[in-house]
């Protein structure tokens, strides 16, 4: 019985413990079915929340790319709004000029503020008017106002901005006299009616004097432009703000392809100059449409590749032959979005040509470029027109000025006649037409492109931004060595940036360029008996990858001004390369080649070949230094010999080689 009793409380036992297993698990099988709904649920929540979440973070995204464009565009507009401010300056069109002021505008001088448009359309009139009491000037005034090198700064709101530019003036009345002027501006800019305008106007003198006997200053007068910027500001260009209205991804497209169409545009007329420069005309060709034409006011028009070959012949034979200067920059370009999707841009060239041991000119012509894209993507020049002002030679200059267009040579007659009227000084009124300052960016794309990219807007902005990043990084350093502001210019350069020390080397990493500077300057800052204006200008950019990396080829057009007139200048060329580092684009490589320097009294003409080297070092100084390598090309500037020229880019339609081509240099620290 015990036994019995024993094994039924067994079986009973095991009979309790498998009801119980099965109890639990229906319990577990109950318990995990709730879980996975409970589970299912939580994951359609927060996927009912993630929606509005991720549709926040596209329109902050939109935001913040509509306020870059909006960035972007306002730089391109202050541009175009100064260099429509300098070609009115050339008409004498005061009252125009006091339309692109602020109600409350000052004008800031030594001493003295004038404020109000009428102000200052009469203080233009006292100081550029040379009596004039028109609306425009009469026929025998020169007033070549050139505003050149600017690095602009946006306010964090983006609706005000400051920029610093260079000023070169050449003025003059036919028969009377012919006078330089230099000066450094610091302009402050401001939205007011939908539109930018200048709101303060702060000029520094810097040099002045006559053409016959060259610029020079007083040191006890002198004053030097405050920055208005930091290395790092000169190097950002966005605000970092969001636009309180976004724009549509179809404006953000057309708007962004639109200013890199710009940047390309400007790009093809640059690499006119820079062709023309060198006597490259195949290179000028092959930059343009197949029907392209050529107009010369008063001459005729040329049409086609084989009309341009004749027009060029004006310039000279092709190339440059010994001790030929032929250097023509264009300068204060100013841009126009046309109804029918093609560019316009114009332009102020200013010729300094002429043969050593021989005579030598000067010469102001505007040049308007139309350029359109191709069937192929590939944007061309269709269209050039140029008007002669003013040529003068270079001993009597431009109170006794020649005809101011070049002569037609055999064999370089016009195809057809031209409707295009001469307009030379002193005969006639500088009366180039002009448009409105804006760039009349189109809203929409004519005919949308299809990229197959989603982000095709923001990859497009990155290219466009650093064309004005390269080109404002590369200003301010110009502004600081300007100076002596050592510390600030090697500031602007990346970590690992290289620099040619000229007539030395090369110097690696920001801080072997600081320490190369101060040992070869001191630390001492500006001397005021002396001034060495480094005028950086004519840019043209290549952008690589994902628009962090760039290279930038830059004109040198250095015065140097004494205490006693006369004063020296020199022409080179800068090949920079430049980076997006931490969000700011800095200096990373910097090639520069002299191309002539002289003494203003002898100008190119004149120059002794001997003196060429005359700021150079021994090989004991140089070891002394330790550069981390040679200079790369000529270490003096060859002139009146003709050297090759290093282009970092081949020709943009194309694909033309250079002769002697730059490539990317990243340096190191070896």
Not at 184 to 204: A, M, N
Not at 502 to 531: C, H, M
Not at 551 to 563: A, E, I, K, P, Y
Not at 630 to 652: K, Q, S, V, Y
Request: aromatic fraction near 10%; charged fraction near 20%.
């Amino acid at each position: 019985m015990a036994c019995r009793a024993r094994r039924s409380r067994a079986a009973h036992a095991r009979t309790a413990c498998h009801a119980d297993r099965h109890q639990r698990l229906r319990r577990s099988r109950r318990a995990g079915s709730g879980r996975m709904i409970r589970n299912a649920f939580i994951l359609f929540c927060a996927a009912l929340l993630a929606i509005p979440a991720a549709a926040q973070e596209a329109a902050n995204d939109v935001a913040l790319e509509t306020a870059r464009l909006e960035d972007l565009r306002s730089i391109r507009e202050i541009k175009n709004l100064q260099a429509t401010w300098g070609h009115l300056a050339f008409h004498g069109a005061f009252p125009a000029m006091a339309s692109l002021l602020t109600n409350d505008i000052e004008l800031v001088r030594a001493g003295s503020v004038i404020t109000g448009p009428a102000g200052v359309e009469g203080w233009l009139r006292e100081t550029q008017g040379d009596g004039s009491s028109g609306d425009a000037f009469v026929p025998g005034i020169l007033n070549a106002r050139i505003f050149l090198s600017p690095v602009i700064t946006l306010a964090k709101d983006g609706q005000s901005a400051t920029a610093r530019w260079h000023e070169v003036a050449m003025t003059g009345r036919s028969g009377e006299r012919a006078d330089w002027q230099g000066l450094t501006h610091v302009i402050d800019y401001r939205l007011d009616r939908g539109e930018w305008r200048i709101s303060r106007i702060r000029p520094y003198e810097h040099f002045a004097g006559t053409q016959a006997d060259g610029w020079f200053h007083d040191a006890e007068t002198l004053e030097r432009a405050p920055y208005h910027y930091t290395p790092d500001e000169a190097g950002r260009i966005f605000t970092g703000r969001s636009a309180a209205e976004p724009m549509s991804h179809a404006q953000l497209a057309a708007q962004s392809g639109a200013l890199l169409d710009q940047s390309h545009a400007l790009n093809l007329v640059n690499a006119y100059g820079y062709y023309l420069d060198r006597g490259l005309y195949d290179d000028i060709v092959d930059l343009l449409a197949d029907d392209a034409t050529i107009d010369v006011a008063g001459q005729g028009r040329w049409v086609g590749a084989d009309g341009a070959r004749r027009y060029l012949l004006r310039f000279g034979a092709p190339g440059l032959e010994q001790g030929e200067l032929n250097d023509r920059p264009l300068l204060m370009p100013k841009t126009t979005f046309l109804p029918d999707g093609q560019i316009e841009i114009m332009t102020i060239e200013l010729g300094m040509t002429g043969q050593h041991g021989g005579s030598g000119q000067w010469s102001i012509s505007t040049q308007v470029f139309r350029l359109g894209e191709g069937e192929d993507g590939v944007w061309r020049i269709a269209a050039i027109t140029r008007t002669p002002f003013m040529r003068a030679d270079y001993e009597t200059g431009w109170s006794d000025p020649l005809p101011a267009a070049l002569p037609v040579p055999a064999g370089g007659e016009p195809d057809a006649e031209t409707t295009v009227h001469a307009m030379a000084y002193p005969q006639s009124a500088y009366g180039v037409p002009l448009a409105s300052p804006s760039l009349n960016l189109p809203l929409f794309r004519l005919e949308e492109k299809a990229t197959g990219e989603v982000t095709s807007e923001v990859n497009a902005l990155n290219h466009a931004e650093a064309f004005d990043g390269a080109a404002n990084v590369s200003n301010a350093y110009g502004y600081y060595i300007d100076q002596f502001a050592w510390r600030d210019t090697a500031a602007v350069f990346s970590r690992d940036g290289w620099k040619e020390l000229s007539y030395i080397g090369t110097f690696i990493g920001k801080d072997r360029v600081l320490a190369s500077l101060i040992q070869r300057y001191g630390e001492g800052g500006p001397n005021d008996a002396f001034q060495a204006i480094h005028q950086k200008t004519q840019p043209y950019v290549t952008v690589f990858g994902d628009g962090t990396r760039a290279f930038v080829r830059n004109r040198l057009l250095q015065f140097n001004s004494g205490t006693e007139p006369g004063g020296s200048w020199i022409g080179g060329v800068y090949e920079n390369q430049v980076i997006k580092e931490d969000g700011i684009w800095r200096i990373h490589g910097m090639d520069l080649d002299y191309v002539w320097l002289g003494d203003y009294d002898g100008g190119w003409m004149g120059i002794d070949p001997a003196n060429n080297s005359r700021f150079g070092v021994s090989a004991d100084v140089i070891a002394e230094f330790a550069p981390n390598a040679p200079l790369r090309g000529e270490t003096f500037a060859p002139f009146p010999d003709i050297r090759p020229m290093g282009f970092h880019f081949d020709n943009p339609v194309s694909g033309r080689k250079a002769e002697t081509p730059l490539t990317w240099s990243d340096g190191n620290r070896e």
